[in-house]
């Protein structure tokens, strides 16, 4: 998902706008350009012959769309590929700008299954519907491995942060996109998708007509609701879970984003004075710490209820469900363990049948992901590695 704090400055001119861009840098543009052309044909011809719909084929076509979007931007922005403070542009796109494009290839050939009707749901799911799940949350992993690649070695560009961030952009468009047609999940999560694209025409149009934009500052939670979010649409297409449970859950994951993209507009509008962003952000602060402890306390009586209410012999084992359970309530390690709790679950769900008990501890696991499990926690050793 894009950094919408990025928006307003890497629209703004740059200084390197008028040099000259290498003839070797435009060569390798264009020839990751055929790489990834030539990739994705081989992959629908190899998809449709493995008992794939053989209108799949259809599919190079959204595909090739999405490439022309990531190598256009690449291409109109080759003068960017300059490292902070350097005066010449530099010849190669380099590694971490190469993972971002491989990102972007694999959005294209997600987007190819647009049109592949709707996913199938365990245990019927025939193996080519596990692809375009599968492709987006390879994506999602690569995401942060191109810019961590380039701070490593030192070749951080205004080329990549630009190519990251329309990348993360188009890639939940496409995500969403995929999700609504192949009915994995409801019509009004195109919103999760459109709203990065809103919010920047917003800025714009604020732009022409004279009006300053106030940026929103940094806001680590909010990239965090953007990697959930990611994480949640690539989920939702594997052919793991029932359509109903997957609805349930929609709404949990939508409002904390759009939520943030109407916090950062009213920002950008000047609607909120420097106190009022203080008291948002120490109350959003109070939320992730005290609330989840009641959160928890919640999950611990659903949870009983749930497991008192288990068949004699569940889809999964009572034992497992338990131990998550419990490392979720102690706070051990408790945003991996809700991960892998509300996974679970939603397979309990769908197998088994939805129970209010059952939906209940999914709903409170899944918030919980997001949250963290906040004060009182025994060990907490995501929230170091996500808020360094």
Request: proline share 6%; charged share 15%; hydrophobic share 50%.
């Amino acid at each position: 998902m894009p950094d919408r704090r990025s928006t307003e400055d890497l629209m703004s001119p740059h200084p390197t706008a008028g040099l000259r861009v290498p003839a070797a840098l435009r060569r390798c543009a264009a020839g990751e350009l055929l790489g990834h052309l030539v990739i994705s044909l081989l992959f629908f011809v190899f998809i449709a012959g493995r008992g794939a719909p053989a209108d799949l084929l259809a599919g190079l076509v959204p595909c090739v769309l999405v490439l022309a979007a990531v190598h256009g931007r690449l291409w109109r922005n080759l003068h960017l590929n300059r490292g902070p403070g350097a005066a010449a542009i530099r010849s190669r796109i380099g590694a971490a700008n190469r993972l971002t494009l491989l990102r972007g290839l694999l959005i294209g050939l997600m987007a190819g299954f647009v049109f592949s009707g709707p996913l199938g749901q365990y245990p019927d799911a025939a193996a080519w519907t596990w692809w375009p799940g599968c492709l987006y949350l390879l994506a999602g992993l690569l995401d942060g491995l191109d810019g961590y690649w380039a701070r490593r070695g030192g070749s951080s560009t205004r080329l990549g942060q630009e190519l990251d961030l329309h990348t993360d952009a188009l890639g939940m468009l496409a995500a969403c996109i995929v999700a609504v047609g192949t009915q994995r999940l409801p019509s009004y999560y195109l919103s999760a998708g459109v709203g990065f694209y809103v919010f920047r025409f917003g800025l714009w149009y604020r732009r022409r007509q004279g009006y300053w934009n106030r940026p929103a500052g940094p806001r680590t939670f909010a990239r965090l609701v953007a990697g959930v979010q990611m994480g949640f649409v690539g989920i939702a297409m594997l052919p793991l879970f029932a359509y109903n449970v997957i609805h349930a859950l929609a709404p949990l994951f939508l409002m904390p984003l759009i939520a943030g993209f109407v916090w950062d507009w009213m920002i950008a509008r000047g609607e909120l004075s420097e106190t009022t962003i203080r008291f948002g952000q120490r109350m959003l602060r109070t939320l992730v710490t005290k609330i989840p402890p009641l959160l928890r306390v919640g999950l611990l009586v659903s949870g009983g209820f749930f497991v008192r209410g288990m068949p004699v012999a569940p889809p999964l084992s009572t034992a497992l469900l338990m131990g998550l359970g419990l490392m979720v309530v102690s706070g051990l390690a408790g945003r991996t363990a809700a991960l892998v709790l509300s996974l679970a679950l939603a397979y309990q769900a769908s197998v088994a049948g939805p129970t209010p008990f059952l939906m209940m501890t999914l709903a409170g696991a899944a918030v919980l992901i997001m949250t963290g499990t906040g004060d009182v926690s025994l060990w907490r050793p995501e929230d170091a590695f996500i808020f360094r």
